[in-house]
């Protein structure tokens, strides 16, 4: 994975609120990672639906 797929920033910030606990590195390339195999594997949902838009329905 080339890329951080998530806010961080938005990510910390919503555990600060909701927790007052701290985030680690660690923790946000381990949720990077998650949104990226959702994400692939929601591609391959609508192309073997023979789509070229992924839908909310793609995420299983």
């Given at each position: 994975m080339?890329?951080?797929?998530?806010?961080?920033?938005?990510?910390?910030?919503?555990?600060?609120?909701?927790?007052?606990?701290?985030?680690?590195?660690e923790?946000?390339?381990a949720?990077?990672?998650?949104?990226?195999?959702?994400?692939?594997?929601?591609?391959?949902?609508?192309?073997?639906?023979?789509?070229?838009?992924?839908?909310?329905?793609?995420?299983?």
């Amino acid at each position: 994975m080339a890329d951080v797929l998530i806010v961080s920033s938005k990510v910390r910030k919503f555990i600060s609120e909701k927790a007052e606990f701290n985030t680690s590195a660690e923790f946000l390339e381990a949720l990077s990672k998650q949104v990226e195999t959702v994400c692939l594997n929601a591609i391959e949902q609508a192309k073997a639906e023979k789509r070229k838009t992924v839908k909310a329905r793609d995420i299983s």
